[in-house]
């Protein structure tokens, strides 16, 4: 009796990656995986267990870094947005690029949406604007996030040099 063929994780999320950027996050699920990757439906399953697990797997996947990043900021005295912005404005411009695309993406389906929305959630949960610091963070994240949207699509077509100006001032 021959042994199964093992799975390739990284494949796996590569063919969701590219569903989610060339169909839409809609069209995204563990059948169309497995068709992309021709491996069976039960073994994208058992990879991720479920599309929650498969959408944490696929932004790990995409910036291995981040956390550790995030992390060394927030051990440094960071606030949960300033840890942020530190980690993603620090991220190589493709990283930044792919993971702008695909949530730009996600965020047009609501079951994908809603993993954003819980992110977020979690990512900072002190985040208020009932002071104006709480304010200031707000509209520093707003602006983080906003930059990287413009830049992702091509909005704002500025020279590197000037975007990374604009990511330096975002740190400090």
């Known amino acids: 009796m021959g042994r199964k063929p ?36 039960g ?22 870094g981040y956390e550790a990043r995030f992390n060394a900021a927030k051990s440094a005295g960071a606030s949960s947005v300033a840890a942020y912005v530190d980690a993603v404005t620090t991220a190589d411009t493709a990283v930044n690029q792919r993971i702008g695309t695909m ?10 949406r809603e993993y954003l929305r819980k992110w ?9 604007a009932a002071t104006p610091e709480g304010q ?3 509209l520093r994240l707003c602006a983080l996030e906003g930059a990287l949207m413009l830049r992702s699509m091509n909005l704002l ?5 000037a975007w990374s100006q604009l990511f330096t001032q975002l740190r400090s």
């Open 6 to 41: 093992s799975i390739d994780k990284a494949s796996l999320l590569d063919a969701a990656e590219h569903i989610i950027r060339t169909r839409g996050a809609g069209a995204l699920s563990f059948d169309a995986i497995a068709k992309a990757a021709k491996v069976s439906k």
């Open 43 to 64: 073994g994208v399953q058992s990879a991720f267990g479920t599309k929650e697990a498969l959408l944490t797997a696929l932004y790990e996947h995409l910036d291995s």
């Open 103 to 112: 949530s730009l993406a996600m965020s047009q389906e609501p079951e994908s």
């Open 120 to 128: 977020y959630a979690e990512s900072f949960p002190d985040l208020s």
């Open 136 to 138: 200031q963070e707000i």
């Open 157 to 161: 077509p500025l020279q590197e040099q």
